[in-house]
C-alpha cells in the first residue's frame, strides 16, 4: 500500500476526500476516544488532534492510506493522554486521596439512561428503548475492557481493519491482535451475559 | 455463533449508538473536522521548528500555526546573540581602557611596569 504514492497508480488526497473520510470515521473515532477516556470533552480534544495532525502532517498522502494512519494517530494521541495522565496522578493522588468521597459506587447506565427526545423517528419506542439500553450496555463493557483489548477490538471489527494492519497501527503482533480480539469479544459477550443479555 | 458473528453483532449495536450522537456532540465534531480542513488547506513548509508546532494534544480548539510564528523562536535566538556577542565586546574594551586609565592616573611612571627588575624587587621584597 506504501508505495501507490510513489508509482502514481493511487491518487493523492483531495481536499474534498479528505472532508468526506474525516466525516465517515469521526463519530467512531469520538466514540473510541470516550471508551478509552471516558471524558466527553477529553475525547473531542482527541478527536480534533488526530484529524489536524493527519491533515498537516499527511497531506500528499493517498486516500487510501488514510484508515491505517488515522488509527494510528488517534492510538497514539489517547496512549500520549495517558501518559500526561500518568505523570499527573503522581501529584494529584496523595492530595485527592485526602478528600476521598464515595465517587467509586458502581456506575448503573440504565439508571442514567438518556433516550432521546425524537419519539418520531421510530415506529416502536419500546424496541428502541431496548436497543438503546442494549447500546448502554455494550459501551460500558467495552469501557471495562483493558486497553489494548478494546483498541484491537475496536480496530478490527468497527474500523474494518485486517489483522496485520491492526498489528501494525498498535505496534504489536499479528498473534498478540488475534489474541485481544478474542479476549475481548468474550469479555463482552460475557458481560451481557451476567446481565441477562444473550448476545 | 462463532467469535466473529458475535463481533459483527457487538459491531451494529454501536454503529447504531452511534448514529444517535447528540447534535451538541456532532456540531464539536462538525467544528474539528473544518479546523482540520483549514490545517490541510494551508501551504505546507518543509522547514520548521519542530516544538513550535508544540502543545501537541493539550486541548485547545483554536491552534493556528502560521509560519511567521514559527519563525519567531528562532529570530528571537539570533538576536539573543548578536546581543550578548556586542555586549560581551564592548565589556571587553571597557575593562581595557579602566586598566589603562587607572594605570596613567597611578604616581608611579608607566616603565616601571615593564621593568624586569621592578618584578625582582617586588619578589625580593615580599620574601623579606
Redesign the interface.
Known amino acids: 500500500m506504501l508505495n501507490y504514492a510513489k508509482s502514481g497508480t493511487f491518487p493523492l488526497a483531495t481536499h474534498r476526500e479528505l472532508s468526506t473520510f474525516l466525516a465517515e470515521v469521526e463519530r467512531r473515532a469520538y466514540k473510541q476516544a470516550l471508551f478509552a477516556v471516558r471524558d466527553e470533552h477529553t475525547a473531542l480534544d482527541i478527536v480534533q488532534d488526530a484529524m489536524t495532525k493527519l491533515a498537516e502532517k499527511y497531506p500528499d498522502k493517498p486516500v487510501g492510506e488514510f484508515p491505517m494512519l488515522f488509527q494510528r494517530i488517534l492510538q497514539n494521541t489517547i496512549r500520549d493522554y495517558y501518559r500526561r495522565q500518568k505523570v499527573r496522578s503522581l501529584w494529584t493522588t496523595p492530595l485527592s486521596s485526602l478528600f476521598s468521597s464515595n465517587q467509586d459506587e458502581e456506575f448503573d447506565p440504565l439508571e442514567t439512561l438518556e433516550v432521546a427526545d425524537d419519539s418520531n423517528k421510530h415506529n416502536r419506542p419500546a424496541e428502541t428503548l431496548e436497543r438503546s439500553q442494549l447500546v448502554k450496555l455494550i459501551e460500558k463493557a467495552l469501557e471495562n475492557l483493558p486497553a489494548r483489548q478494546r483498541e484491537a477490538f475496536l480496530l478490527r471489527y468497527w474500523e474494518e481493519l485486517d489483522v496485520s494492519e491492526t498489528a501494525a497501527a498498535m505496534g504489536c503482533s499479528e498473534g498478540s491482535v488475534k489474541t485481544h480480539c478474542s479476549r475481548a469479544t468474550h469479555a463482552v459477550a460475557a458481560f451481557l451475559k451476567s446481565k441477562g443479555i444473550e448476545p | 455463533?462463532n467469535?466473529h458473528d458475535?463481533?459483527?453483532?457487538?459491531?451494529a449495536?454501536?454503529d447504531?449508538?452511534?448514529?444517535?450522537?447528540d447534535s451538541r456532540?456532532q456540531y464539536?465534531?462538525q467544528?474539528?473536522?473544518r479546523?482540520?480542513?483549514e490545517?490541510?488547506?494551508k501551504p505546507?513548509h518543509s522547514f520548521s521548528l519542530a516544538w513550535a508546532?508544540g502543545g501537541?494534544?493539550s486541548?485547545?480548539?483554536h491552534?493556528a500555526?502560521t509560519p511567521f510564528r514559527a519563525w519567531v523562536p528562532l529570530m528571537v535566538l539570533v538576536l539573543g546573540l548578536l546581543f550578548v556577542t556586542y555586549w560581551q565586546t564592548t565589556q571587553q574594551m571597557n575593562d581595557v581602557s579602566e586598566i589603562d586609565a587607572h594605570l596613567l592616573a597611578q604616581d608611579l611612571p608607566i616603565h616601571v611596569f615593564v621593568d624586569n627588575g621592578f618584578d625582582v624587587w617586588l619578589e625580593s621584597s615580599s620574601q623579606e
Open positions: 455463533m467469535e458475535l463481533a459483527k453483532k457487538i459491531i449495536h454501536l447504531y449508538g452511534t448514529s444517535d450522537l456532540l464539536r465534531l467544528a474539528a473536522r479546523h482540520a480542513l490545517a490541510h488547506a505546507h508546532h501537541g494534544s486541548g485547545g480548539h491552534r500555526h
